[in-house]
């Protein structure tokens, strides 16, 4: 049983890829990172002794912080936030503990360099619509929170990516793209070893509607529909990231949780 400060592994997944996610902090000592230097979804390292540091971006915030085994290291660290007023978890068996259940891990190796701010930066082509809007998503909740993305003419992407030491995706001939028939999602999901049932199955629905292969999904052309219409509500691309942020949001829940609910007309007998 898990004690009044910790949360289990299970219920921490549940949490993971969703807006209302607690910020995940990865304390781990550089050797213990250094014998499996791979993340916990949407984790981002931090120093067990700087904790103080921590209280701008904890301010109304929530946080889980794991060590490798769950004891002395987050739980001081913790203990510390707390003490600041600041609502802190740990992580029932820490690292190990979620490596064990099998749960899913980034390939931290696979993340570009961050900047000084401690961001790693993208950029793409502007106006985007499916892939450009689900990769972004993809990156800012599981791989990192902090991620910040940049639109600019399709001519200048890989200039703009030179000056200003950014990551291309999602354009032709780089590391970031479409492989064969599979689209720039599923390039992510296999490179940052994030393939599980939910993130599947919606990569399934973004290759349908980016791809318009509408037949390997019959939600793909509801995706497209709203993508299209969401690229034609906003003029600023950052202020349609924001919002497409929400549309997989659902999409991921429904992934997750929903796809087996039908809803109809006139509600059966009994129906909740």
Known sequence: MASPTEITPAQLVRLI???????????????????DPRPIPGAVRHHYRDTDALLPVLAGRSA?????KGFKISQGAAAL?????????????????WRDAG???VTASKLPKPNAQGETLWVTRHRPKVDRIACPWLIRRFVDPHAQFLFVEPSQVMVVAEKFDATPFDVEDVFWSHRGDRCTFDTMLDEFGLSFD???????????????????????AGLLAVSLGLSRMYRDDLAQLEAGLGLYDAFYRWARDATSETHTWPTPSGAG
């Open 81 to 97: 936030l707390r003490a600041r007023g600041i609502t802190a978890e740990t992580l029932q068996g820490g690292q190990f503990g």
């Open 198 to 220: 939910a993130l599947d199955r919606l990569a399934t629905l973004v290759r349908g509607a980016d791809t318009n292969r509408h037949d390997l999904a019959p939600e793909a």
């Open 17 to 35: 890829g969703t807006p209302n996610a607690p910020v995940l902090i990865d304390v781990r000592t550089d050797e213990d990172f250094a014998g």
């Open 64 to 68: 889980v912080l794991y060590c490798q």
């Open 103 to 105: 749960l899913p891990m």
